[in-house]
């Protein structure tokens, strides 16, 4: 059985260790697993757009992909789901899988061969801490695609508190860094 749950701070303040249970610094999101549709299509946007290596298949059932050689940061399976349809508008489910490219050039060239598909952008962000792209991928999963500033270049206000802003992104100036 579950302890009661308890009220957290209404500002989501950094250091708020809820009874000294807080989660250890070191840990990370490891992976995202996605149901899909239709795995070939699915490979298309993944593997051929956005450039993840597979790394095992499973058929027409399962693919693991990853960057770098890592045994997966993606996984796309039918199992469930097998010929469906996005779940509609309105409902609960993952809003996005976020994909942190290593520098802004690395984001660029991500802009670029997104657009070169002709895959719609739905947003595109600069939040002060990171630059960010908004889409979907064929099975209307979101995908945000970004980098993170280094944090030396974190808005703050003058008591040190992290200030994030969700301001236009220049798409314009972020190609030019993938030709640069």
């Known amino acids: 059985m579950l302890p009661p749950m308890t009220k957290s701070s209404p500002t ?24 899909v ?3 070939d299509r699915a490979l ?16 027409h059932r399962a693919v693991f992909l990853s960057a770098g050689g890592y045994h997966h940061h993606i996984g796309l399976n039918t199992w469930e789901s097998a010929g469906g349809s996005a779940p509609p508008r309105g409902t609960t489910g993952l809003y996005h ?15 670029k061969r997104v657009l070169e598909a002709g895959i719609p952008l ?36 003058s008591e040190g508190r992290l200030t994030m802003t969700s ?12 030709e640069g």
């Open 122 to 157: 739905d947003g595109a962000s600069d939040h002060g801490v990171s630059e960010a792209l908004y889409l979907h991928d064929p099975d209307g999963n979101g995908v945000e695609l970004y980098r993170d500033r280094p944090e030396a270049e974190w808005p703050r206000d």
């Open 167 to 178: 301001e236009p992104l220049d798409l314009q100036a972020l190609l030019r860094e993938a």
């Open 97 to 111: 899988v976020a994909i942190l490219y290593p520098d802004r050039k690395a984001l660029a060239v991500a802009l």
């Open 37 to 39: 549709s239709d795995i």
């Open 44 to 59: 298309r946007f993944w593997h051929d757009v956005l450039g993840f290596e597979v790394t095992q298949r499973l058929g």
């Open 12 to 35: 989501g303040a950094a250091g708020d260790a809820r009874g000294g249970h807080a989660i250890h610094p070191g840990t990370r999101i490891g992976h995202a697993h996605l149901k």
